[in-house]
């Protein structure tokens, strides 16, 4: 995961910029899902409309993505998965059963 990571953000930093930088529009947690459930619809994935935060999908700023070549799709997705889960795992606004439920359920959206 190391390598993805360092993939990512030489190649791509303005996906890093894009998942940091507050916007105004949505928490961190929300931007991260979002952007998630966007990236798993662009490579062709199932993603349900039920999902709680795939309203928000038209938030995502698909230009920071525009550049991102097919051969490297899934990587940024795993990226922002594991991006996600480091995030939850030191949120302190969850209790720690819900974290690893959450964890593992993000964990389902890299297959």
């Known amino acids: 995961m190391q390598a993805i990571s360092q993939m990512v953000t030489t190649k791509y930093p303005a996906i890093n910029t894009y998942l940091c930088t507050a916007d105004g529009i949505q928490p961190e947690f929300s931007k991260f ?62 209790e720690d059963e819900h974290k690893q439920k959450t964890i593992q359920r993000l964990v389902a959206y890299a297959k």
């Open 33 to 94: 899902l979002t952007t998630i459930l966007y990236l798993r619809q662009k490579i062709g994935y199932t993603v349900n409309d039920e999902e709680p935060f795939y309203n928000n999908i038209h938030t995502v700023d698909q230009r920071v993505f525009a550049d991102v070549n097919d051969d490297d799709i899934k990587n940024v997705l795993y990226y922002i998965i594991q991006v996600s889960c480091c995030y939850i795992n030191d949120a302190d606004f969850m």
